[in-house]
C-alpha cells in the first residue's frame, strides 16, 4: 500500500499567532511528507506491504515502525487544530476530564506538564483505557499509545521541529500555544 500526506482542513497559515505558518511549511510540508515518502520507500517486500497504518503502528519496529508511526502521529496531530473552534472540551469528554482531573484547568496544567518534562524528542498523548477512563502517557521518539491497547484522543507533538522556528528553546510557550488552537469538537469524536 501506498500512503499519502493528507490534506489539511486549513490554510497553512490558519493557526497564526500560535503556530506560524513556516512552521507548518516545514514541520507538515518537509517533516511529515518526508515520514510518508520513507515509509512509502521501506514497504515494498517487507511484511508490511499491504497492511494498513494502524497494522503497522501496532505491529511493526525500525524503520517501518519509526516512519509509519510518526505518519499516524503527525497526521492526528494536525488534524485536531483549527483556525476558529471550540475550544473549550464538550459532552462526554468533557464530564470525563472533569471526572479524572477535576477540572479543564487541572487536566491542561498534568498534559503540559507531561509535554515539558518529556526528555528529548517524543509525544504527549491523552488517551482512553478499555474502561473508558482517561490517561496522560509520554512517549518517546515516535511512540503511540496504540501498542499499550490505549484510544488515543489527543496529543501534542513535542519534537524540537514542533516548535524551534517559533519559539526557540521555549518548549513551554510552545505548549502554551497549544491550547489556543484544539478544536474540542474534532477531539470529542475521538472520545
Ligand atoms: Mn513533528
Known sequence: ???????LPYELN??????SK????????????????NLNNLLPGS????????????ESDGGVFNNGAQVWNHTFYFMQFSAKGTRVPQGKLADA??????????FKEEFTKAGATLFGAGWAWLS????????????????????????PVMTCDVW???????????RPD?????????????IGKRF
Open 128 to 151: 482512553k483505557d478499555k474502561e473508558g477512563n482517561l490517561v496522560i502517557t509520554q512517549e518517546g521518539n515516535a511512540g503511540n499509545p496504540l501498542r499499550s491497547g490505549l484510544t
Open 174 to 186: 510552545y505548549l502554551k500555544n497549544f491550547w489556543e488552537i484544539l478544536d474540542w469538537d474534532v
Open 47 to 58: 511484511k508490511f506491504e499491504n497492511a494498513s497504518l494502524e497494522t503497522i503502528v501496532k
Open 97 to 106: 476530564i472533569h471526572a479524572k482531573f477535576g477540572s479543564f484547568e487541572k
Open 1 to 7: 500500500m501506498s500512503f499519502e500526506l493528507p490534506k
Open 22 to 37: 513556516q512552521t507548518l511549511e516545514f514541520h507538515y510540508g518537509k517533516h511529515h511528507q518526508a515520514y510518508v515518502t
Open 160 to 170: 524540537e521541529h514542533a516548535y524551534y522556528l517559533d519559539t526557540q528553546n521555549r
Open 14 to 19: 490558519a493557526l497564526e499567532p500560535y503556530i
